[in-house]
Protein backbone atom coordinates (compact mmCIF):
# COMPACT_ATOMS: atom_id res chain seq x y z
CA UNK A 1 0.00 0.00 0.00
CA UNK A 2 2.97 2.42 1.17
CA UNK A 3 4.65 1.38 -2.59
CA UNK A 4 1.56 2.57 -4.39
CA UNK A 5 1.27 5.95 -2.30
CA UNK A 6 4.91 6.46 -3.03
CA UNK A 7 4.02 5.85 -6.99
CA UNK A 8 0.63 7.77 -7.28
CA UNK A 9 2.64 10.90 -5.69
CA UNK A 10 5.38 10.37 -8.11
CA UNK A 11 3.06 10.44 -10.67
CA UNK A 12 1.83 13.74 -10.00
CA UNK A 13 5.15 15.05 -9.38
CA UNK A 14 6.37 14.26 -13.26
CA UNK A 15 2.75 14.81 -14.54
CA UNK A 16 2.42 11.59 -16.22
CA UNK A 17 -0.23 8.87 -15.25
CA UNK A 18 0.18 4.99 -16.75
CA UNK A 19 -2.16 2.09 -18.06
CA UNK A 20 -2.23 -1.54 -19.14
CA UNK A 21 -4.30 -2.05 -22.13
CA UNK A 22 -5.09 -5.56 -23.14
CA UNK A 23 -4.76 -6.47 -26.08
CA UNK A 24 -6.81 -9.69 -25.79
CA UNK A 25 -10.22 -8.59 -24.35
CA UNK A 26 -9.63 -4.85 -26.37
CA UNK A 27 -10.03 -3.07 -23.03
CA UNK A 28 -7.93 -1.42 -20.59
CA UNK A 29 -6.67 -3.90 -17.43
CA UNK A 30 -5.50 -1.33 -15.48
CA UNK A 31 -5.74 2.60 -15.39
CA UNK A 32 -3.60 4.99 -12.74
CA UNK A 33 -5.64 8.06 -10.89
CA UNK A 34 -3.14 9.88 -12.84
CA UNK A 35 -4.26 8.60 -16.18
CA UNK A 36 -7.93 9.66 -16.04
CA UNK A 37 -7.95 12.62 -13.57
CA UNK A 38 -7.48 15.12 -16.07
CA UNK A 39 -10.48 14.07 -18.68
CA UNK A 40 -12.54 14.17 -15.60
CA UNK A 41 -12.71 10.88 -14.69
CA UNK A 42 -12.36 8.12 -11.97
CA UNK A 43 -10.11 5.09 -13.03
CA UNK A 44 -13.11 2.91 -13.14
CA UNK A 45 -14.93 5.56 -15.10
CA UNK A 46 -11.90 5.27 -17.92
CA UNK A 47 -12.20 1.67 -18.06
CA UNK A 48 -15.82 1.88 -18.66
CA UNK A 49 -15.80 4.70 -21.22
CA UNK A 50 -13.53 3.56 -23.64
CA UNK A 51 -13.33 0.49 -24.92
CA UNK A 52 -11.13 0.95 -27.66
CA UNK A 53 -8.21 3.14 -29.26
CA UNK A 54 -11.22 4.61 -31.59
CA UNK A 55 -13.06 5.56 -28.48
CA UNK A 56 -9.85 7.77 -27.35
CA UNK A 57 -9.17 9.40 -31.03
CA UNK A 58 -12.32 11.02 -30.25
CA UNK A 59 -11.07 13.00 -27.67
CA UNK A 60 -8.26 13.76 -29.69
CA UNK A 61 -7.47 16.85 -31.58
CA UNK A 62 -8.77 16.82 -35.35
CA UNK A 63 -5.92 18.15 -36.98
CA UNK A 64 -3.86 15.07 -34.92
CA UNK A 65 -6.38 12.41 -35.24
CA UNK A 66 -5.10 11.06 -38.84
CA UNK A 67 -1.44 10.92 -37.56
CA UNK A 68 -2.44 9.08 -34.36
CA UNK A 69 -4.45 6.68 -36.22
CA UNK A 70 -1.73 5.72 -38.53
CA UNK A 71 0.63 5.53 -35.66
CA UNK A 72 -1.79 2.63 -33.87
CA UNK A 73 -1.91 0.37 -37.35
CA UNK A 74 1.70 0.96 -37.61
CA UNK A 75 2.27 -0.24 -34.05
CA UNK A 76 -0.01 -3.45 -34.33
CA UNK A 77 2.03 -4.28 -37.70
CA UNK A 78 5.20 -3.92 -36.05
CA UNK A 79 5.03 -3.93 -32.09
CA UNK A 80 7.74 -1.94 -30.68
CA UNK A 81 8.43 0.64 -28.30
CA UNK A 82 7.28 4.03 -29.61
CA UNK A 83 5.60 7.35 -28.72
CA UNK A 84 3.40 10.04 -30.18
CA UNK A 85 2.80 13.87 -29.45
CA UNK A 86 -1.03 14.55 -29.46
CA UNK A 87 -2.95 17.17 -28.38
CA UNK A 88 -6.17 15.83 -25.62
CA UNK A 89 -9.38 17.43 -24.86
CA UNK A 90 -9.62 17.41 -21.44
CA UNK A 91 -12.24 17.43 -18.58
CA UNK A 92 -13.43 21.07 -20.82
CA UNK A 93 -13.16 22.17 -23.66
CA UNK A 94 -9.60 22.86 -24.03
CA UNK A 95 -6.95 20.75 -25.48
CA UNK A 96 -3.60 19.84 -23.76
CA UNK A 97 -0.44 18.67 -25.19
CA UNK A 98 0.80 15.20 -23.99
CA UNK A 99 3.47 12.55 -25.31
CA UNK A 100 2.02 9.01 -25.20
CA UNK A 101 4.52 6.07 -24.85
CA UNK A 102 3.96 2.29 -25.38
CA UNK A 103 5.48 -0.58 -24.59
CA UNK A 104 4.49 -4.08 -25.81
CA UNK A 105 4.53 -7.21 -23.71
CA UNK A 106 4.23 -10.68 -25.54
CA UNK A 107 3.66 -13.84 -24.33
CA UNK A 108 5.94 -17.01 -24.62
CA UNK A 109 5.17 -17.61 -28.04
CA UNK A 110 5.77 -13.88 -29.03
CA UNK A 111 2.40 -12.85 -29.52
CA UNK A 112 1.58 -9.27 -28.46
CA UNK A 113 -0.75 -9.72 -25.57
CA UNK A 114 -0.66 -6.50 -23.66
CA UNK A 115 0.61 -2.51 -23.79
CA UNK A 116 2.01 -0.62 -21.48
CA UNK A 117 0.75 3.05 -22.22
CA UNK A 118 2.61 5.94 -19.99
CA UNK A 119 0.82 9.78 -20.93
CA UNK A 120 3.10 12.08 -19.63
CA UNK A 121 1.66 15.94 -19.62
CA UNK A 122 3.84 18.53 -21.20
CA UNK A 123 1.97 21.75 -21.59
CA UNK A 124 4.35 23.64 -19.69
CA UNK A 125 7.36 22.23 -21.96
CA UNK A 126 5.75 23.62 -25.29
CA UNK A 127 4.97 26.50 -23.57
CA UNK A 128 8.78 26.98 -22.82
CA UNK A 129 9.03 26.13 -26.20
CA UNK A 130 7.23 28.42 -27.64
CA UNK A 131 8.15 31.16 -25.87
CA UNK A 132 12.24 29.70 -27.12
CA UNK A 133 11.06 29.88 -30.72
CA UNK A 134 9.47 33.74 -30.37
CA UNK A 135 12.47 34.84 -28.12
CA UNK A 136 14.62 33.66 -31.30
CA UNK A 137 12.19 35.01 -33.79
CA UNK A 138 12.80 38.16 -31.81
CA UNK A 139 16.69 37.98 -31.96
CA UNK A 140 16.32 37.46 -35.75
CA UNK A 141 14.20 40.23 -36.24
CA UNK A 142 15.92 42.40 -33.88
CA UNK A 143 19.35 41.90 -35.51
CA UNK A 144 17.74 42.75 -38.64
CA UNK A 145 16.42 46.01 -37.50
CA UNK A 146 19.58 46.81 -35.88
CA UNK A 147 21.81 46.18 -38.84
CA UNK A 148 19.56 48.89 -40.74
CA UNK A 149 19.19 51.56 -38.08
CA UNK A 150 22.29 52.69 -38.10
CA UNK A 151 22.77 54.00 -42.15
CA UNK A 152 18.81 54.12 -42.20
CA UNK A 153 18.86 56.72 -38.69
CA UNK A 154 22.29 58.25 -40.31
CA UNK A 155 20.18 59.41 -43.83
CA UNK A 156 17.11 60.62 -41.83
CA UNK A 157 19.50 62.54 -38.87
CA UNK A 158 20.94 64.58 -42.47
CA UNK A 159 17.85 64.91 -43.73
CA UNK A 160 16.35 66.62 -40.33
CA UNK A 161 18.88 68.37 -39.64
CA UNK A 162 18.95 69.91 -42.93
CA UNK A 163 15.19 71.09 -42.85
CA UNK A 164 15.78 72.77 -39.07
CA UNK A 165 18.29 74.91 -40.67
CA UNK A 166 16.37 75.74 -44.11
CA UNK A 167 13.23 76.06 -42.09
CA UNK A 168 15.58 78.68 -40.18
CA UNK A 169 16.78 80.87 -43.09
CA UNK A 170 13.92 80.24 -45.40
CA UNK A 171 10.78 81.90 -42.99
CA UNK A 172 10.39 84.84 -45.40
CA UNK A 173 10.40 82.74 -48.52
CA UNK A 174 5.83 82.43 -49.07
CA UNK A 175 4.94 78.90 -48.63
CA UNK A 176 8.33 77.12 -47.23
CA UNK A 177 7.31 76.36 -43.89
CA UNK A 178 4.35 74.41 -45.30
CA UNK A 179 6.81 72.17 -48.02
CA UNK A 180 9.59 72.12 -44.81
CA UNK A 181 7.13 71.03 -42.48
CA UNK A 182 5.40 68.16 -44.44
CA UNK A 183 9.22 66.70 -45.34
CA UNK A 184 9.76 67.04 -41.76
CA UNK A 185 6.62 64.80 -40.79
CA UNK A 186 7.85 62.27 -43.60
CA UNK A 187 11.07 61.96 -41.83
CA UNK A 188 9.73 61.69 -38.43
CA UNK A 189 7.57 58.63 -39.36
CA UNK A 190 10.51 57.37 -40.82
CA UNK A 191 12.08 57.25 -37.77
CA UNK A 192 9.42 56.46 -35.72
CA UNK A 193 9.19 53.62 -38.06
CA UNK A 194 13.29 52.35 -36.86
CA UNK A 195 11.87 53.14 -33.46
CA UNK A 196 9.34 50.68 -34.12
CA UNK A 197 10.99 47.88 -35.64
CA UNK A 198 13.63 48.44 -32.65
CA UNK A 199 10.53 48.04 -29.94
CA UNK A 200 9.47 45.12 -31.91
CA UNK A 201 12.58 43.24 -31.33
CA UNK A 202 13.35 45.35 -27.57
CA UNK A 203 16.89 46.87 -29.20
CA UNK A 204 15.93 50.12 -28.63
CA UNK A 205 16.46 52.22 -25.82
CA UNK A 206 13.59 53.61 -23.56
CA UNK A 207 12.96 56.78 -22.45
CA UNK A 208 11.18 55.75 -19.58
CA UNK A 209 9.07 58.17 -16.97
CA UNK A 210 7.20 57.06 -13.60
CA UNK A 211 3.24 57.77 -14.77
CA UNK A 212 -0.29 57.06 -14.59
CA UNK A 213 -0.96 55.08 -17.66
CA UNK A 214 -4.97 55.80 -17.40
CA UNK A 215 -3.78 59.59 -17.59
CA UNK A 216 -2.16 58.79 -20.51
CA UNK A 217 -4.77 56.96 -22.07
CA UNK A 218 -7.05 59.55 -21.24
CA UNK A 219 -5.05 62.13 -22.86
CA UNK A 220 -5.16 59.76 -25.88
CA UNK A 221 -9.41 59.59 -25.91
CA UNK A 222 -9.92 62.48 -29.14
CA UNK A 223 -7.09 60.78 -30.87
CA UNK A 224 -8.70 57.78 -30.41
CA UNK A 225 -12.10 58.56 -31.81
CA UNK A 226 -10.81 60.27 -34.81
CA UNK A 227 -8.72 57.48 -36.01
CA UNK A 228 -11.12 54.65 -35.49
CA UNK A 229 -14.00 56.65 -36.95
CA UNK A 230 -17.85 57.42 -35.50
CA UNK A 231 -19.03 53.39 -35.90
CA UNK A 232 -16.23 52.78 -33.25
CA UNK A 233 -17.51 53.29 -29.59
CA UNK A 234 -14.36 53.69 -26.74
CA UNK A 235 -15.10 53.19 -22.99
CA UNK A 236 -11.86 53.76 -20.76
CA UNK A 237 -12.40 52.45 -17.30
CA UNK A 238 -10.48 52.38 -14.22
CA UNK A 239 -9.92 53.03 -10.24
CA UNK A 240 -8.62 56.00 -9.42
CA UNK A 241 -5.78 54.93 -7.24
CA UNK A 242 -4.13 53.03 -10.15
CA UNK A 243 -0.89 52.04 -9.35
CA UNK A 244 2.25 54.27 -11.43
CA UNK A 245 4.19 52.47 -13.35
CA UNK A 246 7.76 53.37 -15.33
CA UNK A 247 7.10 53.13 -19.07
CA UNK A 248 8.28 54.65 -22.22
CA UNK A 249 5.00 56.97 -22.44
CA UNK A 250 5.37 57.01 -26.25
CA UNK A 251 5.65 53.51 -26.95
CA UNK A 252 2.67 52.95 -24.62
CA UNK A 253 0.56 55.52 -26.66
CA UNK A 254 1.70 53.83 -29.84
CA UNK A 255 0.66 49.98 -28.41
CA UNK A 256 -2.40 51.25 -27.03
CA UNK A 257 -3.37 52.63 -30.55
CA UNK A 258 -2.32 48.91 -32.34
CA UNK A 259 -4.60 47.53 -29.78
CA UNK A 260 -7.51 50.18 -30.91
CA UNK A 261 -6.39 49.32 -34.91
CA UNK A 262 -6.87 45.92 -34.65
CA UNK A 263 -9.80 45.93 -32.57
CA UNK A 264 -11.42 48.09 -35.40
CA UNK A 265 -10.53 46.05 -37.83
CA UNK A 266 -11.54 42.43 -36.44
CA UNK A 267 -15.15 44.69 -35.85
CA UNK A 268 -15.69 45.58 -39.44
CA UNK A 269 -18.00 48.07 -39.05
CA UNK A 270 -19.09 49.02 -35.86
CA UNK A 271 -18.55 48.41 -32.04
CA UNK A 272 -16.96 48.71 -28.78
CA UNK A 273 -13.65 48.90 -27.43
CA UNK A 274 -13.04 48.55 -23.75
CA UNK A 275 -9.73 49.75 -22.22
CA UNK A 276 -9.58 48.78 -19.13
CA UNK A 277 -7.29 49.64 -16.32
CA UNK A 278 -6.46 47.82 -12.72
CA UNK A 279 -4.35 46.85 -9.93
CA UNK A 280 -3.31 43.37 -9.77
CA UNK A 281 -1.01 41.24 -7.63
CA UNK A 282 0.65 37.62 -9.59
CA UNK A 283 0.85 34.88 -7.00
CA UNK A 284 2.63 32.02 -7.40
CA UNK A 285 -0.50 30.05 -8.16
CA UNK A 286 -1.85 32.64 -10.55
CA UNK A 287 -4.10 31.34 -13.37
CA UNK A 288 -1.40 29.16 -15.77
CA UNK A 289 -2.28 31.32 -19.08
CA UNK A 290 -0.93 34.55 -17.09
CA UNK A 291 1.58 32.39 -15.30
CA UNK A 292 5.01 32.60 -17.38
CA UNK A 293 5.97 35.97 -15.63
CA UNK A 294 7.42 36.86 -12.07
CA UNK A 295 5.09 37.23 -9.14
CA UNK A 296 4.48 40.57 -8.17
CA UNK A 297 2.22 44.05 -8.47
CA UNK A 298 1.47 44.63 -12.10
CA UNK A 299 -0.97 47.38 -13.22
CA UNK A 300 -3.45 45.52 -16.01
CA UNK A 301 -4.08 47.12 -18.98
CA UNK A 302 -7.12 44.95 -21.24
CA UNK A 303 -8.15 45.98 -24.32
CA UNK A 304 -11.25 44.42 -25.29
CA UNK A 305 -13.22 44.14 -28.79
CA UNK A 306 -16.35 42.99 -29.77
CA UNK A 307 -15.27 41.57 -33.02
CA UNK A 308 -14.87 38.12 -34.89
CA UNK A 309 -12.32 37.24 -32.56
CA UNK A 310 -9.67 34.63 -33.33
CA UNK A 311 -8.97 30.64 -33.83
CA UNK A 312 -6.69 28.86 -31.17
CA UNK A 313 -4.31 28.30 -34.26
CA UNK A 314 -4.11 32.07 -34.97
CA UNK A 315 -3.86 33.15 -31.31
CA UNK A 316 -0.52 31.05 -31.15
CA UNK A 317 0.61 32.47 -33.72
CA UNK A 318 -0.89 36.50 -33.16
CA UNK A 319 2.43 37.42 -31.88
CA UNK A 320 5.09 36.27 -34.67
CA UNK A 321 6.57 39.23 -36.58
CA UNK A 322 5.07 40.31 -40.06
CA UNK A 323 2.14 37.20 -39.44
CA UNK A 324 -1.27 38.52 -40.37
CA UNK A 325 -4.72 37.58 -41.37
CA UNK A 326 -5.18 40.67 -43.01
CA UNK A 327 -5.49 41.10 -46.86
CA UNK A 328 -2.72 41.68 -48.61
CA UNK A 329 -1.85 45.53 -47.86
CA UNK A 330 -3.70 46.21 -44.97
CA UNK A 331 -1.11 45.15 -42.06
CA UNK A 332 2.21 44.51 -42.20
CA UNK A 333 1.67 42.00 -39.07
CA UNK A 334 3.92 44.46 -37.07
CA UNK A 335 1.16 45.49 -34.61
CA UNK A 336 0.75 43.08 -31.81
CA UNK A 337 4.41 42.11 -32.01
CA UNK A 338 5.27 45.70 -31.24
CA UNK A 339 3.26 45.76 -28.49
CA UNK A 340 4.82 42.27 -27.42
CA UNK A 341 7.84 43.70 -27.70
CA UNK A 342 6.70 46.80 -25.78
CA UNK A 343 5.88 44.73 -22.61
CA UNK A 344 8.61 42.49 -22.45
CA UNK A 345 11.09 45.32 -22.27
CA UNK A 346 9.17 47.06 -20.28
CA UNK A 347 9.64 44.12 -17.60
CA UNK A 348 6.44 42.35 -18.13
CA UNK A 349 3.80 40.36 -20.00
CA UNK A 350 0.93 40.04 -22.43
CA UNK A 351 -1.72 37.65 -22.82
CA UNK A 352 -4.62 37.01 -25.75
CA UNK A 353 -7.51 35.53 -24.45
CA UNK A 354 -9.89 35.17 -27.99
CA UNK A 355 -13.34 33.29 -28.69
CA UNK A 356 -14.58 33.18 -32.40
CA UNK A 357 -17.30 35.35 -32.95
CA UNK A 358 -17.27 36.94 -29.63
CA UNK A 359 -14.18 39.18 -29.78
CA UNK A 360 -10.57 39.20 -28.24
CA UNK A 361 -9.02 40.59 -25.20
CA UNK A 362 -5.17 41.56 -25.04
CA UNK A 363 -3.53 42.17 -21.31
CA UNK A 364 -0.42 43.60 -20.96
CA UNK A 365 0.98 43.39 -17.78
CA UNK A 366 3.55 46.38 -16.19
CA UNK A 367 5.37 46.12 -12.91
CA UNK A 368 3.93 48.73 -10.63
CA UNK A 369 7.05 51.86 -10.39
CA UNK A 370 7.95 51.13 -6.17
CA UNK A 371 8.65 54.32 -6.60
CA UNK A 372 5.05 55.66 -6.59
CA UNK A 373 5.36 59.09 -7.26
CA UNK A 374 5.39 60.83 -10.27
CA UNK A 375 8.52 61.94 -11.86
CA UNK A 376 9.17 65.79 -13.00
CA UNK A 377 11.22 65.18 -16.39
CA UNK A 378 10.00 67.91 -17.81
CA UNK A 379 12.59 69.03 -20.74
CA UNK A 380 13.81 73.21 -20.97
CA UNK A 381 11.10 74.71 -23.08
CA UNK A 382 13.52 76.82 -25.07
CA UNK A 383 16.45 75.92 -27.40
CA UNK A 384 17.96 79.42 -26.38
CA UNK A 385 18.12 78.25 -22.60
CA UNK A 386 20.80 75.63 -23.99
CA UNK A 387 23.36 77.76 -26.23
CA UNK A 388 26.55 78.12 -25.67
CA UNK A 389 28.33 79.86 -23.22
CA UNK A 390 31.59 80.00 -25.41
CA UNK A 391 33.00 76.58 -25.14
CA UNK A 392 34.54 74.58 -27.53
CA UNK A 393 33.39 71.41 -29.36
CA UNK A 394 35.60 68.78 -31.24
CA UNK A 395 33.19 66.91 -33.86
CA UNK A 396 34.21 63.53 -34.96
CA UNK A 397 31.67 61.12 -37.29
CA UNK A 398 33.06 59.19 -40.41
CA UNK A 399 29.83 60.25 -42.51
CA UNK A 400 30.61 63.62 -43.97
CA UNK A 401 27.03 64.65 -44.15
CA UNK A 402 26.47 63.83 -41.26
CA UNK A 403 29.16 65.60 -39.92
CA UNK A 404 28.63 68.48 -42.23
CA UNK A 405 24.95 69.07 -41.03
CA UNK A 406 25.83 68.24 -37.21
CA UNK A 407 28.56 70.92 -37.16
CA UNK A 408 26.05 73.58 -38.98
CA UNK A 409 23.22 72.82 -36.46
CA UNK A 410 26.09 73.12 -33.37
CA UNK A 411 27.71 76.37 -34.19
CA UNK A 412 23.41 77.50 -35.09
CA UNK A 413 23.67 76.99 -31.15
CA UNK A 414 26.42 79.33 -30.87
CA UNK A 415 29.47 76.36 -30.12
CA UNK A 416 33.11 76.96 -32.01
CA UNK A 417 33.28 73.54 -33.68
CA UNK A 418 35.99 71.58 -34.89
CA UNK A 419 35.44 68.85 -37.58
CA UNK A 420 36.57 65.66 -37.99
CA UNK A 421 36.28 62.33 -40.39
CA UNK A 422 38.55 60.21 -38.54
CA UNK A 423 39.97 59.35 -35.05
CA UNK A 424 43.61 59.81 -35.92
CA UNK A 425 42.38 62.95 -37.53
CA UNK A 426 41.06 64.12 -34.35
CA UNK A 427 43.54 63.21 -31.80
CA UNK A 428 45.99 65.61 -33.81
CA UNK A 429 43.23 68.28 -33.42
CA UNK A 430 42.89 67.73 -29.70
CA UNK A 431 47.05 67.86 -29.47
CA UNK A 432 47.12 71.68 -30.78
CA UNK A 433 43.92 72.64 -29.62
CA UNK A 434 43.85 72.63 -25.39
CA UNK A 435 40.60 74.93 -25.69
CA UNK A 436 38.35 72.22 -26.96
CA UNK A 437 35.94 71.58 -24.04
CA UNK A 438 33.59 68.46 -25.32
CA UNK A 439 34.48 65.30 -26.98
CA UNK A 440 31.09 64.54 -29.50
CA UNK A 441 32.16 61.63 -31.59
CA UNK A 442 30.25 58.95 -33.09
CA UNK A 443 30.41 55.35 -31.99
CA UNK A 444 31.42 53.25 -35.42
CA UNK A 445 34.50 55.18 -37.20
CA UNK A 446 35.43 54.41 -40.13
CA UNK A 447 39.55 54.31 -40.00
CA UNK A 448 40.38 51.38 -37.11
CA UNK A 449 39.21 53.39 -34.24
CA UNK A 450 35.99 53.42 -32.62
CA UNK A 451 34.55 56.10 -30.83
CA UNK A 452 35.03 54.71 -27.35
CA UNK A 453 39.09 53.82 -28.27
CA UNK A 454 39.31 57.46 -29.43
CA UNK A 455 37.40 58.45 -26.07
CA UNK A 456 39.60 56.29 -23.83
CA UNK A 457 43.24 57.72 -26.10
CA UNK A 458 41.52 61.17 -25.57
CA UNK A 459 41.17 60.71 -21.91
CA UNK A 460 45.18 59.53 -21.49
CA UNK A 461 45.49 62.77 -22.88
CA UNK A 462 43.07 65.27 -21.24
CA UNK A 463 41.87 63.02 -18.07
CA UNK A 464 39.14 66.38 -18.04
CA UNK A 465 37.88 65.76 -21.47
CA UNK A 466 33.84 65.07 -21.36
CA UNK A 467 32.50 63.40 -24.18
CA UNK A 468 29.23 62.67 -25.35
CA UNK A 469 28.69 59.36 -28.11
CA UNK A 470 25.93 59.25 -30.99
CA UNK A 471 25.64 56.90 -33.11
CA UNK A 472 22.46 55.16 -35.51
CA UNK A 473 22.74 52.22 -33.14
CA UNK A 474 20.24 52.31 -30.66
CA UNK A 475 22.63 52.03 -27.08
CA UNK A 476 21.20 48.85 -25.69
CA UNK A 477 22.98 47.57 -29.06
CA UNK A 478 25.81 49.22 -28.60
CA UNK A 479 25.83 47.83 -24.51
CA UNK A 480 25.45 44.48 -25.59
CA UNK A 481 28.46 44.51 -27.77
CA UNK A 482 30.28 45.99 -25.01
CA UNK A 483 31.13 49.62 -26.78
CA UNK A 484 29.22 51.70 -24.46
CA UNK A 485 27.97 51.56 -20.93
CA UNK A 486 24.81 52.41 -19.49
CA UNK A 487 26.13 55.50 -18.16
CA UNK A 488 28.12 57.73 -20.82
CA UNK A 489 26.01 60.36 -22.68
CA UNK A 490 24.77 59.07 -25.52
CA UNK A 491 22.55 60.45 -28.43
CA UNK A 492 21.12 58.48 -30.88
CA UNK A 493 20.31 59.67 -34.63
CA UNK A 494 18.46 60.96 -35.69
CA UNK A 495 18.01 63.85 -33.71
CA UNK A 496 16.24 67.03 -33.43
CA UNK A 497 18.40 70.62 -32.41
CA UNK A 498 16.61 70.26 -29.27
CA UNK A 499 17.90 66.99 -28.92
CA UNK A 500 21.37 67.80 -28.90
CA UNK A 501 21.15 70.66 -26.99
CA UNK A 502 20.35 69.34 -24.50
CA UNK A 503 22.54 66.32 -24.98
CA UNK A 504 25.74 68.46 -25.06
CA UNK A 505 24.69 71.22 -22.23
CA UNK A 506 24.21 68.10 -20.02
CA UNK A 507 27.55 66.42 -21.06
CA UNK A 508 29.10 69.69 -20.61
CA UNK A 509 27.33 70.28 -17.03
CA UNK A 510 28.71 66.87 -16.08
CA UNK A 511 24.77 65.38 -16.03
Known sequence: MQREKVLSIAERIAGLGYALWDERTRSYAFVSEQFARPYGLTPDAYIAQYRSYEDEAAWIHPDD??????????????PRECSIEVRY?????????SREFFAPIFDDSGQLIQTVVVELHIGELKGAEEALRQAQKMEAVGQLTGGIAHDFNNLLAVIMGNLELISERSADVEGASEFIQMAMASAE????????????????????????????????????????????GIEVNGPADLWHCRVDPGQFENSLLNLALNGRDAMNGGGTITIEFSNVEIAENYDVAESA???????????????MGMTSEVVERALEPFFTTKRVGAGSGLGLSMVYGFAQQSGGHLTIVSEVKRGTTVRIFIPRDSDR????????????????????LLLVDDDESVLTMTSQMLR????????????????????VSPQVDLLVTDVMLGDGYSGPELAREAGRRRPDLPVLFVSGFPQQKLEDSG????????????????????AVRAALNGK
Open 373 to 392: SLADESAPSSVDLLRSRGEC
Open 189 to 232: RGADLTRRLLTLSRKQATHAKTVDLRELADGMLELLRRTLGSQI
Open 483 to 502: FVSAEVPFLTKPFRRMDIAQ
Open 65 to 78: RERYEAHHRSYLED
Open 293 to 307: FSPGRYVRVSVTDTG
Open 412 to 431: ALGYAVKSSKSAREALEILA
Open 89 to 97: RGSGNDFRH
